[in-house]
């Protein structure tokens, strides 16, 4: 049997979308900016694809002289679309996932995580050298035993 025209229909329309699905179009080339950071641009690609035809009979049917072959009509469509989500800034000692839509507290919040526990540690570590400062200052002055 030969080949029907949807199938002719639906692989040129699939090898279409198959040469436009590239990793680089989800991960980006990479930019790099003067001062030597990296910026990778990451998005979110959605495809879509709908083929659909049928054959037609013309009014009176077939003429009895074997099989005849019936008019076909079809179509096909597909739709791409592209968001950015984030971009990757890779630096001097550091990489940073910059998103889109800053407005995402959960996202804001996740950032500041690093700044925290660096603040953290800062105060820590200078009530521990205070103690230990004043330890010092009561053994130099004195024990305060009765």
Known sequence: MSDHPIEGLMTTAMQSIKEMVDVNTIVGDAVQAP???VI???SKVSFGFAAGGGDYST????SGEGEKKLPFAGGSGAGVSINPVAFMVCGQNHIKLLPVNVNSSVEKILDMVPDL????????K???SRKEENGRKKDHNGSIDG
Do not use: Q, R
């Open 35 to 37: 001062d030597g950071t």
């Open 40 to 42: 990778i641009p990451i």
């Open 59 to 62: 009014e009176g049917g077939a």
């Open 117 to 124: 526990i660096e603040k953290a540690n800062e105060v820590l």
């Open 126 to 128: 200078e009530k521990m």
